[in-house]
């Protein structure tokens, strides 16, 4: 029988068995880290937009509200897409959407043009972020889901981290401070895409669906049931690390500048830097550890950090704000990285680009809400006073799920004794 026979008849599998190759997974990766730099980049750089442009801080929260809800609702349209039509066009499909959104923003001259690239940007992430976390799972070289999502939950950390901080310094030091990462992340774009284009193979079989009725009507993103507790258990962790994540995006590096009395943009980069760079380090460092310890200790690093930034806004001291955000950002790595290798590991592969759009869906809510939320409430009490108040929540989420996570794990030891002394009831003793 011939393997395309194989791969339409009714008991094969859904995706083609056989190691992934080195060189697709890392491009893949590789283009998952620049979409998210992308995202990152226009952070340090609004405060510029709002001088040249005369626009208030509201516009610019509708600006960043733009950009998640372009993500969200990519994700919910498009959030099984990969399943239905194949990883590569999806994946080629959101990198032509980057580079069209980064051509808005080089010939921008507004607000209303900065709003449409943000809105571009935020389609092209939600439409490839979706399809990359699961092409990374069935592209390594040994099928290992845990160093798939390893690589998933770093890139995104760090494709922020670099995405800010080199476009703070970009601004900051070379010329066409407002064009110059765009040209830069236009030309890695185009290359990554050729790259893609070449060598990363099809992991899915193409099903036989008219594209385009596929394309015009919303995905039904649904969860099986079999990995239900282990999805809520990730979305718990996840709104915890990416609601610091989003507070410290809105409101840190206003704080910084605060603090560190430095009118700089690579102070918001290093700001970025210390919540999502040190994230994605914390991740690498911890590797090892299982998803579930690392949600715990990521949650409870995310309580003190929390607290310790809050302390350093009532004493105004720079070294501790340093401190705790680096602790937040341990925090937010761990969380994430656990969230995130529970939900991959769990998910089918027939349905895991859908899974995963759904997880994604919970994180770009998590990350926005709270830089929406902050702008419209700091307007009414004052930056320090909303700074306060998000971090007690985010603290109050981290602690649910740091609960939450502990109960299950209880009851399941529990479970799996119970049905430990069941089958030694049931077998016969061996007797010599």
């Known amino acids: 029988m011939s393997s395309r026979a194989r791969a339409s008849s009714p008991g094969a599998p859904d995706h083609p068995a056989g190691p992934g190759s080195a060189s697709a997974f890392w491009a893949v990766a590789a283009a998952m880290v620049l979409t998210l730099a992308a995202g990152g980049a226009p952070s340090p750089l609004y405060v510029d937009y709002q001088a040249r442009w005369h626009f208030s ?78 092409a990374l799972a069935e592209l390594h070289p040994r099928r290992d889901s845990r160093i798939a999502a390893l690589v998933n939950s770093t890139s995104m950390s760090i494709g922020i981290a670099v995405g800010a901080l080199g476009a703070g310094a970009l601004a900051e030091w070379a010329p066409w401070p407002l064009h110059t990462p765009y040209l830069l992340l236009m030309v890695i774009t185009v290359a990554l ?29 649904s969860i099986p049931a079999r990995m239900r507790k282990e999805f809520v258990t990730g979305c718990l962790g996840v709104l915890a690390a990416c609601s610091a994540a989003g507070l410290y995006l809105g409101l840190g590096g206003s704080l910084a500048k605060e603090l560190l009395h430095a009118d700089n943009h ?52 720079a070294a501790l704000f340093l401190l705790g955000s680096v602790i937040t950002g341990i925090g937010f790595g761990l969380a994430f990285m656990g969230t995130t290798r529970l939900v991959t590991q769990a998910a089918p592969a027939d349905q895991r680009g859908q899974v995963l759009a759904a997880y994604f869906v919970v994180a770009y809510l998590a990350i926005s809400v709270p830089v929406i939320g902050a702008g419209v409430v700091s307007v009414q009490i004052g930056l320090s006073a909303t700074f306060y108040l998000f971090a007690g929540v985010v603290s109050l989420i981290a602690l649910t799920t740091l609960v939450s996570t502990l109960m299950a794990r209880r009851i399941g030891r529990a479970q799996q004794s119970r049905a430990t002394i069941v089958v030694g009831a049931h077998c016969p003793r061996w007797r010599p």
């Open 266 to 317: 690579v102070v918001a980069g290093l700001v970025i830097l210390a919540v999502q760079g040190v994230g994605g380090l914390a991740q690498l460092g911890f590797s090892a550890m299982s998803a579930r310890v690392a949600s715990l200790l990521g949650c409870a690093a995310l309580i003190v950090g929390m607290f310790v930034v809050t302390t350093s806004n009532m004493i105004s001291s």
């Open 193 to 221: 895409f050729t790259v893609i284009a070449i060598r990363v193979p099809e992991t899915v079989p193409t099903r036989c669906r008219p594209l385009l009725s596929t394309l015009l009507r919303p995905q039904r993103i």
């Open 57 to 134: 801080s509201a516009t610019l929260t509708v600006i960043y509200a733009l950009y998640a809800g372009g993500v969200i609702i990519t994700l919910l349209f498009t959030g099984g897409l990969s399943d239905r039509v194949g990883r590569r066009p999806v994946l080629l499909g959101g990198m032509a959407a980057l580079m069209v959104s980064l051509l808005v923003f080089l010939v921008a001259d507004g607000a209303a043009w900065l709003g449409a690239a943000r809105l571009l940007q935020g389609l092209a992430t939600g439409t490839f972020t979706g399809a990359a976390g699961a």
